[in-house]
């Protein structure tokens, strides 16, 4: 049962953290290879990695220095503009996040479950989904992911160990890779699906344990794992099939072969993993939308009503809190309409680069100043 204190673990955290990246970074990493190269782009992504790992540490080092909750932390260092402004670069961030899962799950269910079925039809599934499970809280969020995890994370990447075998190792050759400024642009769009990180800086109180230690590990182990997958891809389908095809880790399982012979549609299973994950991040990304948005409500009212709205936002477990669930419904709504009017799944990536590259590095700046105006006073 829920302990109903807005607390979760740090193993829970740990989770929602893998299952948050993993499925998104499968889909959406593919896409940005572009014209690059392939070793020039594992090389980026390897780059990629780092930077999202050196970031991690950097917000570990700030939450490390933060008593009670971040959001007062952040005013009485830098002001009330400093809230402000954080709120705004993540919600923009969380609400493309949505944009951009919303219709990956619409693609994916049309061409590899139910080619009958309307894409907007999904897109409202998807949401609504995710709507009711960010109306429950941290807790509920954080207990299904960790439900899931076992099910889902490892029955993957058993799947792409056994995708490995069929991979032609003249394509994984030892060779050149550029980095020109077309890969240090890969650098930076490798990053961006790291780059909503921060905001985890306002849920770091509301966990036990250890939170900073499993921030780093589920962020490293997301990395590892993705780099893996890369890697069969590549040694699979070597530069030309990887670039051709829209959805090569779904493509990859379609040759997939276990033993046993009771089932050899694993790509059907893998797609249903990725849809599940997709299902949980979104309402993830619909909760950050909800809690940016009570920020930026408490900047704005008096101080009383910042005190009020404060206590409303911590007390997730309370049932009667019904404005932050109205919240919630109203995001998935605007992101369905969004999500409907850019009309195709290329046309999310180049909205989601586009627009989280500006969103990104103001924050990672804005963060930059925190730390080292902490040091200096220090």
Known sequence: MLAGNGKITDRQFCRLLIMDWFAKGALLLPALAGAVPVRSFILSLILGFLL????VRLLCGISAKVTGSFAQYLTEHLGKWALAGISVLFLVYAFVNVMYLTRAFAEIGVLFVVPESSRELLMAMLLAAGAAVASGGLEVR???ASVLYPFVIYTMLLLILAGAFSMNLEYLQPGTAVLDKKAWGLVGRVFLAFGGAGVFLFLM?????????????GTFLTCVSLLALMLVLVGGYGEGGFKAMEWPAIELMSGVELPGGFLQRWDVV?????????????????????????????????????????????????????GGKRQIWLWAA???????????????VRIYTAV????????????????????WKR
């Open 52 to 55: 999202a790992l050196l970031y």
């Open 142 to 144: 954080a207990r299904t």
């Open 205 to 217: 109180p509301q966990v036990t344990g250890r939170p900073r230690l499993a921030f780093q590990k």
């Open 270 to 322: 893998f797609v249903g993993l990725l849809l599940m994950e997709l299902f949980l991040a979104a309402g993830t990304s619909l909760y950050y939308l909800k809690l940016c948005g009570s920020n930026l409500r408490n900047c704005a009212g008096t101080p009383s009503a910042r005190r009020m709205n404060r206590y409303r936002c911590a007390n997730e477990s309370n049932p009667r809190n019904g």
């Open 334 to 348: 605007l992101a369905f309409l969004a999500s409907a009017a850019c009309g195709s799944y290329e046309r999310v």
């Open 356 to 375: 989280n590259r500006w969103t990104v590095a103001a924050t990672v700046l804005l963060l930059l100043i925190l730390y080292g105006k902490t040091r």
